[in-house]
Nanobody
Framework: QVQLVESGGGLVQAGGSMRLSCAASGRTFSMYYMAWFRQATGKQRELVAAISSGGSTDYADSVKGRFTISRHNTKNTHYLQMDSLKPEDTAVYSC?????????????WGQGTQVTVSS
C-alpha cells in the first residue's frame, strides 16, 4: 500500500523560511514525477512545483525564485524549500507522486499539511 507522509508545516512569519518533506512508502518512485500542490481557503488547488525523475523542475509563477523543489530518490522523498514566505502563501500543502501521462493529475497524494504565514 502506497503512503505519502508530509512533514514540516506550521506557522512562520512573513519573510521567513520553511521546508516541507514528503516521504513515500509502499513502492519506489524514482522514475516518476513528484510534486507539491496547495489549496488556500476558498480557492482552487494549484500546482506549486513539480520535479521529473531526471531533475527537471517547474514552478508556479507566484513562487518562482522563492521556492525550490528537490528529491532524494534513495530515500523516496521529495522536498519543498520555501523562502521569503508571504501571507498569500498560506494554504494546505499536499505532496503528490506519479503524474498520469499527458495530464497534471497525480495518482498518489499525501494528507496535506497546513502552512500559515503571518504578516
Amino acid at each position: 500500500q502506497v503512503q505519502l507522509v508530509e512533514s514540516g508545516g506550521g506557522l512562520v512569519q512573513a519573510g521567513g523560511s520553511m521546508r516541507l518533506s514528503c516521504a513515500a512508502s509502499g513502492r519506489t518512485f524514482s522514475m516518476y514525477y513528484m510534486a507539491w500542490f496547495r489549496q488556500a481557503t476558498g480557492k482552487q488547488r494549484e500546482l506549486v512545483a513539480a520535479i521529473s525523475s531526471g531533475g527537471s523542475t517547474d514552478y508556479a509563477d507566484s513562487v518562482k525564485g522563492r521556492f525550490t523543489i528537490s528529491r532524494h530518490n534513495t530515500k523516496n522523498t521529495h522536498y519543498l524549500q520555501m523562502d521569503s514566505l508571504k501571507p498569500e502563501d498560506t494554504a494546505v500543502y499536499s505532496c503528490a507522486v506519479n503524474r498520469l501521462p499527458g495530464t497534471q493529475r497525480y495518482m498518489y497524494w499525501g494528507q496535506g499539511t497546513q502552512v500559515t504565514v503571518s504578516s
